[in-house]
């Protein structure tokens, strides 16, 4: 377990350009020591904002497109092409603009999918995939990925996995379906805790006024059950990328001044 480092951000645009800078530093590090990179991405407002900000840099050539493993660290289980889906909103935020290569890209099983309207059986299919990815070197069924992003709730919900709901409780499996999600749709897939804490480096994203609350009771000690973003860490990081406004109920000690 890593414990959680702070870096805060004046604002919500400078924190997605701070981030989206970091991630193209990390994918194109590891791409030159291992020859390809893998990362989990994330929905939600905060994850989107990355991905724009990502299509905006020009850096972003520096990457090897074709060399990048994309996962998802949720899905709201819906047919392929809603517009609620994570998936598509990455699409049209940037994935849809780089020459990704199309059997890295691991899209979460849609509601109209294999699987059909079945999202147990999508987890169940989706953990296949992962475990099928997953190498000796891995010690476990997930591939150990470079960068996992999860968006930080206003209720501490991290991927689907929210507050006191069965998923957040879940040892064993690496995806689960999630039903009755207190935030639409109500019927998703998402990695577990120990499927996230199969990455080298976790990064929780957390801008807005309305993450000030979640962002201090994650941080204040507060159990995995009650505060599933408490219980998200990575390998070697756990990086908590905010903006000072996300930041203003956290004890300044933690964390150096916002850049101005
Ligand atoms: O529904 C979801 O919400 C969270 C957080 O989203 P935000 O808009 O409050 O930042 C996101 O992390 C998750 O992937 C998504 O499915």
Known sequence: MSAPQLVVHRDKELMAQ??????????????????????????GRN???????????????????????????????????DPERNVTQAFEALLASVPLTPSRVHAMPASDGPCGNDADAAAATYAGELA?????????????????ML?????????????????????ERTVVGVH????????????????IRAAREVW??????????????????????????????GRSRTLWLLDAAAASRLPRALYPPASP
């Not at 701070?18 to 929905?43: E, N, P, Y």
């Not at 060399?67 to 709201?76: A, F, I, K, T, V």
């Open 180 to 195: 009755g999600a207190p935030k639409p749709p109500p019927t998703r897939i998402s990695l577990t805790l120990p499927a």
């Open 204 to 233: 929780l994203l957390a801008a807005g006024e309305d993450k000030a609350e979640a962002a201090e009771i994650a941080l204040s000690g507060a159990g995995e059950i009650q505060a599933p973003a408490a219980g998200a860490y």
């Open 151 to 171: 968006g930080v709730g206003p209720d501490t919900h991290v991927a689907s996995l929210f507050p006191e709901l069965p998923a957040v409780r879940e040892t």
């Open 47 to 81: 994850g989107n904002g990355l991905l724009a900000a990502l299509a905006d840099a020009p850096a972003r050539d520096a990457i090897d497109w074709s060399r990048l493993d994309l996962w998802w660290g949720d899905e709201r289980f819906l047919p392929e092409g």
């Open 132 to 148: 099928a990815a997953a190498g000796p070197e891995d010690h476990g069924p997930v591939p150990t990925f470079d960068v996992l």
């Open 18 to 43: 701070a981030a989206a800078a970091r991630l193209i530093t990390k994918i194109v590090d590891a791409q030159a020591a291992r020859g390809h990179a893998s990362v989990v991405l994330t929905g």
